[in-house]
């Protein structure tokens, strides 16, 4: 089955305690991207990957860093959390542009105290 | 800065009814617009998308129409159902200087449609 693997799905931290979603993809896709998601605010995309070795900041990237050494995997690591990083992540991928849809994970839902 | 504004934030259909969720741009160098449709606990999913080249696109009970000279657009589920019940999001995409490629999301719109 074709998908996007996000893990973990919850996860309850403190502050300053350095940690790292993971995301995989099996469609061999070039673009992978993390957004966050918060009330009011919809999905704003923190960093993007256009291919391996290849990332870019999005319009959040503040307290964020990833890395794309494989195709198939794009971690989300965040080296000191603080409680406003307390959100819903979601990884996507998609083919290209993306003309055909972005595939998203089911999402992390992180929690800083 | 908000390059992609969703109204209403939240809407309440009967059951039947058409459901209309709208949208408007900024950045004229977007050129895909889709929409997505996110139920609780799930991520979001590809529900229709259009280019600005074309007026409407119509899907089943989902359709888009995009104004290009009002940089806006806006989703229509005619006979909208419970299953319809959900967060749509309309997003916004171009180019970027460079190569890459950039999503841009609305503020989402949470649709209940009742009984």
């Known amino acids: 089955e074709a998908q996007v693997t996000q893990n973990p799905r919850y996860l309850i931290t403190v502050t300053g305690k350095k940690l790292t979603v993971t995301c995989s993809q099996n469609?061999?896709?070039?673009?992978m991207s993390w957004y966050r998601q918060d009330p009011g605010l919809g999905l704003r995309q923190i960093y993007y990957?256009?291919?391996?070795?290849?990332?870019d900041k999005g319009d959040v990237p503040e307290g964020y860093k990833v890395s794309r050494k494989e195709k198939r995997n794009f971690p989300l690591i965040l080296e000191s959390p603080s409680p406003n990083q307390t959100s819903l992540y979601f990884c996507?991928?998609?083919?290209?542009?993306?003309?055909?849809?972005?595939?998203f994970g089911s999402g992390t839902r992180l929690t800083v105290v | 800065q908000q390059q992609v504004k969703q109204s209403p934030q939240s809407l309440i259909v009967q059951k039947g009814g058409i459901s209309i969720i709208n949208c408007a741009y900024e950045?004229?160098?977007?050129?895909?617009f889709p929409w997505y449709q996110q139920f609780p606990g799930k991520g979001p999913a590809l529900l229709i998308a259009?280019?600005?080249?074309?007026s409407e696109k119509k899907e089943g009970r989902f359709t888009i129409s995009f104004n290009k000279s009002a940089k806006q657009f806006s989703l229509h589920i005619m006979d909208s159902q419970p299953g319809d019940s959900a967060t749509y999001f309309c997003?916004?995409?171009?180019?970027?200087?460079?190569?890459?490629?950039?999503?841009?999301f609305g503020t989402g719109t949470q649709l209940k449609v009742e009984l």
């Open positions: 996507a991928s998609s083919l290209g542009r993306g003309l055909s849809g972005y595939t």
């Open positions: 469609m061999n896709h070039e673009y």
């Open positions: 990957s256009m291919n391996v070795e290849v990332t």
């Open positions: 950045n004229t160098a977007f050129d895909y």
């Open positions: 259009i280019r600005p080249d074309v």
């Open positions: 997003a916004a995409s171009g180019v970027l200087t460079g190569g890459g490629n950039k999503l841009t």
